[in-house]
């Protein structure tokens, strides 16, 4: 019998080279894999069922995001610039700096502020798209903007 997988959730972060102290009492090396962000970990973490098996599988090659989570993302704009009387690109420019700052750049003797960029030829990771969307959504709900759900949009069966 064949065992199939289904991805249930992804995390990001990185290894961080540590020291513990072993039975005899001697300091031995370590690496410990901190967490971009523990938060959603711990979150999806929580929604996984007791006694199953899980894999994890470490790889450099960061997932990038879905057309979905994107469209995703420009609705969520569209309801937050209609609420503060923008255009869904200025909202769009204004959370990608907020959320992932902004960096100078120098052309000549002028500097201008820029947002930075986080993807490679609009290659998103999964993961900074679900920071995105997450932090778009918390902007929703500090404004009171009433949104339908990912279901009700047609993103996730009903």
């Not at 995703?72 to 923008?86: F, M, Q, S």
């Not at 201008?112 to 969307?133: C, P």
């Not at 949104?147 to 009700?152: G, R």
Request: charged residues 25%.
């Amino acid at each position: 019998m064949r065992n199939s997988k289904k991805e249930q959730f992804s995390v990001v972060g990185e290894f961080h080279q540590s020291t513990r102290i072993n039975k005899n009492g001697v300091e031995v090396p370590q690496k410990k894999f901190a967490f971009a962000s523990p938060e959603f970990y711990f979150q999806e973490c929580n929604k996984q069922p007791v006694g199953r098996k899980y894999s994890v599988i470490f790889t450099t090659d960061l997932p990038t995001r879905s057309d979905q989570q994107l469209r995703y993302h420009w609705i969520l704009c569209d309801y937050l610039a209609k609420h503060c009387g923008y255009s869904k690109d200025e909202v769009h420019d204004v959370v990608m700096r907020q959320k992932f700052g902004t960096r100078k750049i120098k052309i000549g003797n002028v500097i201008q502020e820029v947002r930075k960029s986080i993807s490679n030829n609009a290659k998103m990771s999964k993961s900074d798209v679900v920071f995105l969307i997450d932090y778009d959504l918390q902007l929703c709900q500090e404004l009171e903007i009433n949104i339908p759900s990912m279901a009700e949009l047609g993103y996730l069966p009903k």
